[in-house]
């Protein structure tokens, strides 16, 4: 049994991908690799004669990333510039740098104006035509082989992890954005509880999306479970800490980075209508709804295109 939900852990916290910095050291915020890999890629889907295959994002220098003003998530990427990498398939009708550059605009201004992510380079490769995939497609039978998911970009590192590099596999996802509204808590009985539900009620929020550290502790508050009617502390003593992680998914139309912000700053009021005292929050976004829906859509779209295109060359 142990063993099992080690196993789980294990391969949900992969599927996750990293957890990247969201805004700056002093924002207190992360987003999953895989939830903005989903965006990035629901937004290069909208640029035409071009196919992204592969698709990663690491700190662009690690040595010169600044620390958190909050404690980090567990393996979490300390704040700084990122790079995104990416493998491409284009057309052959147009100057390959023309696509790469409309490619590299798009996935730029994605995760910079949709995000919220400090982005230092986008650099791109391509690795073959589009026209020649289409025709390797076409022979292939229903359910047979796409191109490799785990692809390396160009500076030689894995590809994207777990679900969020998987390319035509929506349905393979974080079970955290699978999770239905185990968002808000039935209760409120608890600290976490009352925070849980102030967070549930932020402009933005679509639901308390727990991944990290498992599914059902979406909120998770360390240090006194002091409440406001507990005994005050003593004159002249300092008050202990406390710190709160909380896990949310972002509902369409809002930017990543500034529900963040919000939420932070509703989970820490919370926490101080408890008790007064030093309180620090961390905010991780484990999904971006809108990404989710338009890269079902996207890939939906273009199976069907596909299979349009077998079918005509069959007849």
């Known amino acids: 049994m142990v063993a099992d939900a080690l196993a789980q852990a294990v391969r ?16 207190g915020a992360w987003v999953t690799e895989h939830a903005a890999t989903a965006v990035l890629r629901a937004a290069a889907a909208e640029v035409p004669e071009v196919r992204v295959t592969a698709l990663h994002v690491d700190l662009l220098a690690p040595d010169q990333a600044a620390e958190p003003a909050v404690p980090a998530p567990p393996t979490a990427l300390r704040p700084g510039p990122l790079r995104v990498a990416g493998e491409f398939l284009a057309a052959a009708e147009q100057p390959l740098p023309t696509s790469a550059e409309r490619l590299r605009a798009t996935l730029y201004a994605a995760a910079t104006d949709r995000l919220g992510l400090v982005v230092g380079a986008v650099d791109l490769r391509v690795t073959g035509l589009l026209e020649e995939a289409r025709a390797t497609e076409a022979t292939q039978p229903p359910g047979g082989a796409r191109p490799a998911d785990g692809a390396r970009p160009a500076n030689g590192a894995p590809g994207d992890a777990g679900p969020a590099g998987a390319e035509g596999r929506p349905g393979t996802r974080a079970s955290a954005e699978l999770a239905p509204a185990a968002a808000r808590p039935a209760s409120e009985a608890t600290v976490e509880g009352r925070v849980a539900g102030a967070v549930a009620e932020v402009p933005g929020v679509a639901r308390l999306a727990p991944a990290l550290g498992g599914l059902t502790r979406p909120v998770r508050v360390e240090g006194p479970r002091a409440t406001a009617e507990a005994e005050a502390p003593v004159a002249g003593a300092s008050a202990p800490a406390r710190h709160a992680q909380v896990q949310v998914a972002v509902a369409a139309g809002h930017r990543a980075v500034e529900v963040a912000r919000a939420v932070r700053d509703r989970a820490r009021a919370a926490l101080l209508a ?3 005292g030093p309180v620090t929050v961390a905010v991780l976004v484990t999904a971006v709804d809108a990404a989710d829906m338009a890269l079902r859509e996207n890939t939906g779209n273009a199976r069907s295109a596909r299979s349009a295109e077998s079918a005509a060359d069959r007849a």
């Open 12 to 27: 949900q916290q992969l599927g996750l991908g990293r957890l990247l910095p969201l805004g700056t050291e002093h924002d």
């Open 274 to 276: 408890e008790a007064p």
